[in-house]
């Protein structure tokens, strides 16, 4: 009995003195440079939210969603958080890529301008300068919207140019208006500017398109299930947390990683008006990233139709998204 209990006592100090398993090394790419719609990631990071699920997170700034569907693709990164519309475009061309969670189940589409120059409503827009990115996703649903609102191409003048460029129009008066997200062009205008902005949201007139979701190589999810498992768990749970105090989300997380990330202001603001896009009507009250069948399918025709996505997609929708790794409700 006693070699038994010393054998015992013996193999229990093995077992402490043992080091803790190493955490998986997780690599983040965003569709672009900081601003406030990225806040859960930093704040997840922050708060131990990810090291609680065994993940060590490196987050990396993009330069546009595909360039980081590209890097997923080619498994440089290992998620990716991206404009979906974006990842299928790739997707349909066979790029390796699939969503593993839709967060933007609104679309932040929008025309804005200063507010001060009183455009509130598609109407308001005839005679008036709208400056694009050619080719972008915005400018591909614009026919729709124009469609969607009574709107001829006759109806305003538009100029052209880069996404700074864009910016510059509308901050310089060569322009009434832009085309960009809710939360994200707008608040680099009031930045410059501290004017603010006025968005007509594309969502508000019809237009039922997801937006940005997370994304990963499909042969890193089929060989990884349990770490894409945690990583959802947990981006999950960041976004709820998130959700809960958004100034120190949007300010405190993304200023402390990135003291030059932004202004603490707009910051919070580009978060606080991106809270509203992550559910709709059908998913309100559930958790994030839960996005509809519907709602996917309604993306892909609309992408068909207006947005040059491959009409083949139509035929399985589902083949851009799965749900499987993400948490159950509650848990």
Partial sequence: MKRLIGAASVALMAFAAMPAQAADKVVLMLNWYVYGEHAPFYYGKAKGIYAAEGIEL???????????????????????????????????????????????????????????????????????????????????????????????????????????????????????????????????????????????????????MVSSGVIANTDYVKGNADLVRRFMSATTKAVEAAEKEPKAAAAQSILDANPKGGKIDTLTQGFELTIPLYRTAETKGKRPFQVTDQNMTETVNLLVEYGGLDAKAKENPKAFYTSDYLPKSGS
């Fill in 58 to 208: 490196e987050i990396q700034e993009g330069r546009g969603s595909a360039a980081t569907t590209q890097a997923v693709a080619a498994k440089t990164a290992d998620f990716g958080y991206v404009d979906v519309p974006t990842m299928m475009r790739a997707a349909i061309k066979g790029a390796p890529v699939v969503a593993t969670g839709v967060l933007l189940q609104t679309s932040p589409m929008s025309a804005m301008g200063f507010a001060d120059k009183n455009i509130r409503k598609p109407e308001d827009i005839k005679g008036k300068t709208v400056a694009i990115t050619p080719a972008d996703s915005m400018t591909q649903i614009w026919p729709l919207f124009l469609k969607k609102t009574g709107l001829k191409e006759s109806d305003f003048k538009t100029v052209a140019g880069d996404g700074q460029t864009k910016l510059n129009a509308v901050i310089n008066g060569q322009a009434d208006l832009l085309l960009g997200y809710v939360m994200d062009q707008s608040m680099k205008i009031k930045d410059a500017t501290g004017k603010e902005v006025y968005p007509i949201k594309f969502a508000d007139y019809g237009i039922n």
